[in-house]
């Protein structure tokens, strides 16, 4: 009798783990493969895929591929001035970020500069931040939280420089584009260290 439950009890997972195979994708030893017929030889293969899906076009792709390079490389064409942005800040920004930036739900981008080697240091986007150009690819890919992707290159282009001429990082005059943006140098420029490809001696 115990031989016999052995047998069930073995018969019965031999079943289960055929059905977790076949659920996954996976044919069994001496399954059949494009309709022939199996042999207790065959190896156990994967199917190609559940036919999910098809291959993203190079327009898709470069919708996702925005990313923006410290040295600005990436940067799209279009511009905006610091009172433009000011516009813009107002209605779709400052609800999160508080007047100027200074502080809300969402986090302060500016105020803090000259206060990271102090003991009470503030990190803002202004203070903290290395490059200019980061700001640009922040906001661009995903501001505002509730509606990411939304605001025009050009409207970016006026956020940022509204955001930095908070710190006077540039004057209230100064347009910034795909020229102008990577020249500017942030107050925290030289305090990160540079790692790759390896650690400095």
Same mark, same amino acid.
């Given at each position: 009798?115990?031989?016999?439950?052995?047998?069930?009890?073995?018969?019965?997972?031999?079943?289960?783990?055929?059905?977790?195979?076949?659920?996954?994708?996976?044919? !069994?030893?001496? =399954?059949?493969?494009? %309709?022939?017929? &199996?042999? $207790?030889?065959?190896?156990?293969?994967?199917?190609? *895929?559940? #036919?999910?899906?098809?291959?993203?076009?190079?327009?898709?792709?470069?919708?996702?591929?925005?990313?923006?390079?410290?040295?600005?490389?990436?940067?799209?064409?279009?511009?905006?001035?610091?009172?433009?942005?000011?516009?813009?800040?107002? !209605?779709?920004? =400052?609800?999160?970020? %508080?007047?100027? &930036?200074? $502080?809300?739900?969402?986090?302060?981008?500016?105020? *803090?500069? #000259?206060?990271?080697?102090?003991?009470?240091?503030?990190?803002?986007?202004?203070?903290?931040?290395?490059?200019?150009?980061?700001?640009?690819?922040?906001?661009?890919?995903?501001?505002?939280?509730?509606?990411?992707?939304?605001?025009?290159?050009?409207?970016?282009?006026?956020?940022?420089?509204?955001?930095?001429?908070?710190?006077?990082?540039?004057?209230?005059?100064?347009?910034?584009?795909?020229?102008?943006?990577?020249?500017?140098?942030?107050?925290?420029?030289?305090?990160?260290?540079?790692?790759?490809?390896?650690?400095?001696?």
């Amino acid at each position: 009798m115990h031989k016999t439950l052995i047998a069930i009890t073995l018969a019965s997972i031999v079943i289960a783990v055929g059905a977790v195979l076949v659920a996954v994708g996976v044919v !069994p030893m001496g =399954a059949t493969n494009e %309709g022939g017929a &199996g042999n $207790g030889n065959a190896q156990i293969v994967a199917h190609e *895929g559940a #036919g999910l899906g098809r291959v993203a076009t190079e327009a898709e792709v470069a919708l996702l591929n925005i990313s923006i390079r410290p040295d600005g490389v990436g940067l799209p064409p279009g511009q905006g001035t610091v009172q433009e942005g000011a516009l813009i800040f107002g !209605p779709r920004c =400052a609800n999160c970020h %508080g007047p100027r &930036g200074r $502080g809300g739900q969402g986090g302060r981008l500016s105020g *803090g500069v #000259g206060t990271l080697g102090g003991e009470e240091p503030i990190k803002t986007v202004n203070s903290y931040w290395p490059y200019a150009t980061t700001l640009f690819d922040y906001i661009r890919r995903a501001m505002p939280l509730y509606e990411p992707q939304s605001l025009t290159d050009s409207e970016v282009y006026a956020l940022v420089a509204y955001i930095l001429m908070q710190d006077r990082i540039i004057e209230p005059t100064d347009v910034m584009n795909a020229t102008t943006l990577p020249q500017v140098i942030m107050p925290n420029r030289n305090g990160f260290v540079e790692w790759w490809p390896r650690p400095p001696e």
